[in-house]
């Protein structure tokens, strides 16, 4: 179920579709996938661990990338540092800099702050 829920909300960043929606179905998909993390239901959903940290990483993601949308700073880096914090090779510091929505906070003393300290992590790995 969460694979078709991440497809559909993959196909609708495709249209013009209202970011309250986008936004009200990718906080829905990651409320499920926090119920799955570390949990039995995790076999029985169907769901490698791997592919739940993906689709955790890609929903911050794309959660950044609607408070981007609304210029609201607080909220982007909030979900940058969820995304980054899954460790997921989905999306790393490189993605989130080179994204032209995230472009305005690259030279953000908050924001350089995160990238190194996840670039650091990344390179560690």
Not at 7 to 33: G, M, S, Y
Not at 51 to 60: I, M, Q, S, Y
Not at 99 to 113: A, C, I
Request: glycine share 2%; aromatic share 8%; proline share 2%.
């Amino acid at each position: 179920m969460a694979k078709f829920q991440d497809a559909t909300i993959d196909v609708l960043w495709r249209f013009p579709v209202p970011a309250e929606l986008r936004w009200r179905l990718q906080e829905d998909l990651l409320k499920q996938l926090e119920q799955l993390e570390g949990n039995s239901a995790l076999t029985t959903s169907g769901l490698e661990n791997d592919e739940v940290k993906e689709l955790v990483a890609t929903g911050h993601y794309r959660l950044a990338k609607i408070a981007a949308e609304k210029d609201d700073r607080d909220l982007v880096l909030m979900h940058v540092r969820a995304c980054l914090e899954t460790r997921s090779e989905a999306v790393q510091v490189k993605r989130l800099q080179e994204d032209q929505l995230f472009q305005d906070w690259n030279n953000d003393p908050e924001f350089q702050d995160l990238y190194t300290e996840f670039t650091r992590k990344e390179s560690d790995e």
